[in-house]
Each structure stands twice: as structure tokens, then as C-alpha cells.
């Protein structure tokens, strides 16, 4: 690395860690106040940050909330990825490792989950949050649907819609994630992570020990 790439690496770097510090600023904030209410002052002064410093990396709040909604999309995916990257090479093993992924802290921090709510709220009238609400689940849904099939196909479960099985497993996860916000108290991680295991046990009985 020369002279001259040390300083540009530095400054990109930086530049990176400001973002993230902003874009996790506006997450408490959205969480705290919801979109309408949130303000650029919010979020510097929960950053420890001048509003010019958003001004300079987001331009203007619409920007950083998109760019906020973008940072937990691909949070998400990662998270999935990485679970199934690590899961035992057979469909149950993927599938549970899939659905458990839902519930790991990293995603399913009641100030993420308060955070997909409230972009979820805006998303019939705002088209480019309802489009990077569905690219959340889009190639999730994917995979979904190919590990179910394949394991169907090798415990020779009959009567049994793919498709409808993968769109119902979605739902629930999402209404998972709404009980675990409104319900925190009560309602852990751990136990929405019971309520799929113990669904998918009743629908692949002969699978019951990948799902325990």
C-alpha cells in the first residue's frame, strides 16, 4: 500500500463507521418514536454526532431511513446465510437451522423488530419500502421452498403444498416477531423459536429429532 492509499483507506474507513453509527442511531430512534416522528436531530444527537455529519454521508432524512431499512435487509440476510452455511448437510438440518435463525439477538432485537414494523406500516403507500420489505424474504422463500421439497421428498410426506406450507411458515415467523414486541415480557426468543419447532414437528413427524 502506498503513501497515498493509506490516508484514502483511513478516510473510507471512517466514512464507514460514521454511517453505521448513524443508521444504528436511527434504529433506536425509529424504534423509540416511529418514521413520522423521527428527526435528523434525533438521530445525531443519540450518534453523538453534528446533523451535518448526516447531512453529509444521507443528504436528508429520506435518504438515511432508506438507507436504515437497507442496513437491516441485508442484516438479515447475512444472519440466514450464515446459519445455513453452518447447519448439518441434510434438508431437516437445514430447514430448522433456517427457521432458528429468525430468533438469533442479531436480528430479532425488539428495536430491529419495532423497526420492520414501522417501515411494514409505510410500505402500501410507500413503494421502495414495499420493495426492500419483500426482497427480505425473496430468495429466503426460495431456498425455503427447495429444502422443504426436499424433505418431503425423503420422508415421502403426502398431501402437502410446498408453496402453501412455505407462505404459512413465513407468517408465522412475522407474527412471531410481532408477539416477541408486544409481548416481551412474557414472550422470548427462545419461546417463538419452541412454537416453530414444535409446528414443524407435527407437519414432519418423522423428522421430530432435527426439530427438538
Not at 22 to 40: F, H, N, Y
Not at 132 to 147: F, G, K, P, T
Request: proline residues 2%.
Amino acid at each position: 500500500m502506498t503513501a497515498l492509499q493509506k490516508p484514502q483507506t483511513t478516510r473510507r474507513a471512517a466514512k464507514g463507521v460514521r454511517k453505521r453509527q448513524l443508521i444504528e442511531a436511527a434504529i433506536t430512534s425509529i424504534a423509540k418514536r416511529g418514521l413520522g416522528d423521527t428527526t435528523l436531530a434525533h438521530v445525531s444527537q443519540s450518534a453523538g454526532l453534528s446533523q451535518g455529519i448526516i447531512n453529509l454521508h444521507f443528504t436528508n432524512k429520506e435518504n438515511l431511513l432508506y438507507e436504515t431499512l437497507n442496513f437491516i435487509r441485508d442484516e438479515y440476510e447475512k444472519n440466514w446465510q450464515s446459519a445455513l452455511a453452518k447447519a448439518p448437510d441434510d434438508p431437516a438440518g437445514k430447514v430448522a437451522a433456517l427457521l432458528k435463525s429468525d430468533y438469533q439477538k442479531e436480528v430479532a432485537d425488539l428495536k430491529k423488530l419495532a423497526v420492520w414494523f414501522a417501515f411494514w406500516g409505510e410500505a402500501k403507500s410507500r413503494p421502495t419500502y414495499k420493495k426492500i420489505c419483500l426482497e427480505r424474504v425473496a430468495d429466503y422463500s426460495i431456498i425455503l421452498e427447495e429444502l422443504l421439497s426436499a424433505l418431503v421428498k425423503e420422508g415421502q410426506y403426502q398431501d402437502i403444498d410446498i408453496t402453501l406450507l412455505s407462505e404459512g411458515i413465513v407468517a408465522m415467523a412475522d407474527g412471531l416477531w410481532l408477539n416477541l414486541l408486544i409481548s416481551s415480557k412474557n414472550f422470548k426468543r427462545s419461546d417463538a423459536e419452541k412454537v416453530m419447532l414444535q409446528y414443524l414437528r407435527q407437519i414432519f413427524p418423522k423428522h421430530k429429532s432435527a426439530f427438538s
